[in-house]
């Protein structure tokens, strides 16, 4: 078994197409919980963070999740 590969949050962030702001609001509202720390730095599983991406967006793809 591999070891997943840890991101800060903001590569995750860059990642996921989001900002890093939005996976600070993920941590806060225990959509994402962070795998690690590194020094004072929050680590995350990028699959954790599509995760929550996509649970963000509502659970489809290319679907915003905003109201028009």
């Known amino acids: 078994m591999t070891t997943p590969t840890l991101l800060t949050g903001a590569l995750a962030a860059t990642e996921a197409g989001v900002s890093p702001a ?39 793809p290319g679907v915003s999740g905003r109201s028009a």
């Open 22 to 60: 939005t996976i600070r609001k993920w941590v806060q509202l225990g959509r994402l919980s962070p795998a690690g720390k590194q020094g004072r730095a929050q680590l995350f599983r990028l699959e954790d963070v599509f995760a929550a991406e996509r649970d963000a967006r509502g659970g489809r």
